[in-house]
């Protein structure tokens, strides 16, 4: 923010910004912020957030504030969106003495967008600012980086995800503070833990592993589980991708997006896989941390001070060396099933 407060009181602003870094750590909102701040009628650095500009833009109805995401379907900036983008950039802005045009995943521009884009960059239209987010942006050409001012987004601090769960979701602060520590300073994966059954998951299996449970019939209902939730993604990517309503697509077409499913489906199983593995290793950490330092402060699940005070089970550093094993043959694909069977096994021994 320091840096575009700069930007806006020099008054010399860049043709293009590329904010870059993870997900979830607010690109998008630092984007908006600095599109309200250039429209703004009541500050010259800074937005108001209640000018009739400013409220455009906050309802995403500003006339010079453009936005480009992928496509849904093939999730893609093509061609034709950039042609578009160039036709707008050559009128002059409606309201405002600038337009802004914010691409979401820039690096999904596929090679032919990113050659035209590049000579919009070369010849930057006049009173644009291009603002491209991406988290992953050597997928965009070294010429098109090069001409971007190069912006920075680092992992949220706990205590920021901490004051931002605060005001996205009314979760009872002990719990507030454990998501914060497990966030890994990411929003996006902060409100995951909230929203989905990951975490009541992990927990109980963990519980049920100290108690005496039998890892088998464990790995049998957690395999149960992954499968419910592939049912449910793949239900999520259909209704994103109309596969079977879209009239328009021919068969060639069809099988693509069938692949396309596929392939989003087991991304999407494998970063809940991850996350699962995550949260058994860092709840083994705590258990080794509050073993050998009683430090309550120091526990990530401290909503589960209890089940600490309680007991730990024994070799915690056993157990974490099981999970990364596990981690090391998913990475191979060797059978789930199988894996998380091994897993649970030495997750339960005493
Ligand atoms: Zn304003």
């Known amino acids: 923010m320091r840096l575009m407060r700069r930007i806006l009181s020099q008054g010399r602003i860049p043709n293009a910004l590329l904010f870059w870094g993870p997900g979830g750590v607010g690109k998008a ?15 010259p650095d800074d937005a108001c957030d209640d000018c009739l500009p400013c409220r455009k833009v906050i309802h995403r109805n500003h006339p010079d504030v453009n936005t480009i995401t992928p496509k849904a379907k093939s999730r893609t900036i093509s061609v034709d969106d950039i042609t578009d983008v160039n036709e707008i950039c050559s009128l002059r802005p409606f309201e405002s003495q600038w337009r802004t045009v914010i691409f979401h995943d820039a690096e999904r521009m596929n090679p032919p967008a990113q050659n035209h884009f590049l000579k919009m960059l070369e010849e930057p239209p006049g009173r644009t600012l291009f603002i491209l987010i991406s988290e992953f942006p050597r ?21 920021t995800v901490l004051e931002l769960l605060r005001r996205e979701r009314d979760l009872p602060p002990d719990q507030a503070e454990a998501i914060a520590a497990l966030s890994q300073g990411r929003m996006d994966r902060a409100l995951d833990l909230v929203d989905s059954d990951k975490r009541n998951i992990a927990l109980h299996i963990v519980a049920q592993l100290r108690d005496g449970g039998d890892p088998v019939e464990l790995a049998e209902e957690f395999a149960k589980n992954l499968e419910a939730q592939r049912k449910q993604i793949e239900a999520a990517i259909d209704a994103e991708l109309k596969i079977d309503h879209d009239d328009a697509a021919d068969v ?34 705590d258990e080794m941390v509050f073993a050998a330092t009683a430090n309550e402060s120091k526990i990530l699940n401290r909503d589960c001070l209890d089940r600490f005070r309680e007991r730990v089970s024994t070799a915690p550093d056993k157990k974490i060396a099981a999970v990364e094993k596990a981690r090391y043959y998913l990475d191979r694909f060797v059978n789930e099933e199988r894996v998380f069977r091994d897993l649970f096994f030495a997750l339960a021994a005493r």
Do not use: G, M
Not at 31 to 41: G, H, I, Q, R, S
Not at 143 to 149: E, F
């Open 29 to 43: 909102l630092a984007a908006l912020e600095l599109a309200k701040a250039l429209n703004c009628k009541e500050r």
């Open 252 to 285: 060639l077409d069809k099988q693509a997006l069938r692949e396309l499913r596929l392939a989003h489906t087991a991304a999407a199983i494998r970063r809940a896989i991850l996350d699962y593995l995550f949260l058994w290793e860092t709840w083994y950490r």
């Open 139 to 159: 997928e965009l050409l070294p010429t098109i980086r090069s001409r971007c001012q190069l912006v920075r987004f680092r992992s949220l601090r706990p205590e």
